[in-house]
């Protein structure tokens, strides 16, 4: 899956969770309005949509400022054996 898939489809499921009408691809999260109850139910989504786990070491807000930032973690996840 290219990674520009994978950023269209969490950038989906992160409208799906927000109220943002101004959301544009390239806004960092937290200027979306993202706080870390919804950054939990974005991750689940995530997680369903794509079917693995975030680890638990990386279930830090901080590590995913962007769209981009989730999916190359999502990639490189979808890339592990």
């Given at each position: ?41 974005i ?8 079917d ?29 054996p």
């Amino acid at each position: 899956m290219l990674i520009c898939e994978i950023e269209q489809k969490i950038f989906e499921l992160i409208k799906k969770n927000i109220a943002n009408e101004k959301m544009d691809i390239l806004a960092n999260l937290t200027d979306l309005g993202i706080n870390s109850i919804t950054f939990v139910k974005i991750l689940i989504a995530i997680e369903n949509e794509y079917d693995f786990e975030f680890d638990d070491d990386d279930l830090n807000f901080e590590n995913f400022k962007t769209v981009s930032t989730l999916a190359k973690y999502v990639e490189d996840r979808l890339q592990k054996p």
